[in-house]
């Protein structure tokens, strides 16, 4: 396994990025990278699980404001994203091994009384965590995300952005996630997804991520995925949808939440206007507010 790691001098400019780097060493050998700001004797945890193919920068307009509100924040990057190790071979990233290496970042960190903010492939491993792991979460929310068990055709948009990560020549990290926002982002903020990025041998991760959703029922996930959907149609706690209103890739899938699981009863569920996939980056302030309140109204 060829393990490579982005030199720091790669995040030296990078905009409205201030926090000083964690690492958690995993028992594979690989370095996790996570931020950890905020209240750290706090009781309540609040993380923030990227997707593909961004990085903790992603969240870097909503930790200041969650970590004023009092509350402990932590914001990894996912193994072959951001500050975290990159392996070179993709056939080292399946699914499973995903989930088994933000598992052991949760437990490792202890996090207990967690409130859950998860975002595309964030809502992919974090609800099967969440299902698996159940005693050390709070409360949850979930944008732009599902859990998918190729039980349901994929939308075609989501199968033009899996055959164009496959077959583009140049898999421009910065100019996708510009493009998932409504409103574009500056060359400061293309280049800070680039950043991770050097050159192309770092991107399997990056790469191969959109294959590997379920989307057939034969897939190695698709079993886990059930399992985990036999819990989250059991779960009582407090769940709250918050998705865009300009995504066509999850379009809907706020609905399907609020209707099988039954700790959405009654909260605020929001649409996010003026938002595209990576809502984040659209309307951070918004979704801060919100999570604050979703604590507030559900102690």
């Known amino acids: 396994m060829q393990i490579l790691r982005t030199p720091e001098s790669a995040f030296a400019q990078l905009k409205d990025y201030p926090f000083a780097p964690n690492y958690l060493l995993l028992q594979t050998g690989l370095q996790m990278h996570y931020v950890e700001e905020g209240n750290l004797q706090s009781e309540e945890t609040i993380l923030l699980l990227h997707g593909e193919p961004t990085w903790s ?3 870097r307009k909503m930790i200041p404001l969650l970590a004023q509100a009092g509350y402990r ?17 993709k056939e080292h990233y399946t699914y499973q091994q995903h989930v088994s290496w933000l598992t052991e970042l949760v437990q490792k960190l202890n996090l207990q009384n967690i409130t859950l903010f998860c975002q595309d492939w964030g809502g992919l491993l974090g609800l099967r965590i969440v299902a698996e792991n159940p005693d050390r979460f709070k409360r949850v929310v979930a944008a732009n995300t599902f859990l ?3 039980d349901i055709a994929p939308s075609e948009a989501f199968l033009q952005w899996q055959q164009f990560s496959q077959n583009t020549p140049n898999f421009e990290v910065g100019k996708i996630v510009s ?8 060359q400061a903020g293309i280049s800070a997804y680039d950043a ?8 399997a991760a990056a790469r191969i991520f959109p294959t590997l959703v379920p989307t057939n029922p034969q897939d ?13 149609q059991q779960w009582q706690k407090p769940f709250l949808t918050a998705f865009s209103d300009s995504d066509p890739i999850t379009r809907g899938g706020d609905r399907f939440f609020q209707k099988v699981i039954p700790g959405t009863k009654d909260q605020k569920h929001i649409t996010v206007e003026q938002a595209g996939h990576f809502l984040q980056e659209d309307q951070p302030e918004l979704l801060a507010k919100t999570i604050i309140q979703f604590i507030q109204d559900n102690p």
């Open 57 to 59: 920068y992603l969240y």
């Open 73 to 89: 924040v932590i914001a990894p990057d996912l193994i072959g994203f951001g500050k975290s190790d990159k392996i070179v071979e």
């Open 148 to 150: 998918p068990t190729g």
């Open 179 to 186: 493009k998932g926002c409504v409103k574009p982002l500056d």
């Open 196 to 203: 991770p990025f050097p050159e192309d041998s770092y991107k």
């Open 220 to 232: 190695p996930a698709t079993l886990p995925n059930r399992n985990a959907w036999q819990v989250l």
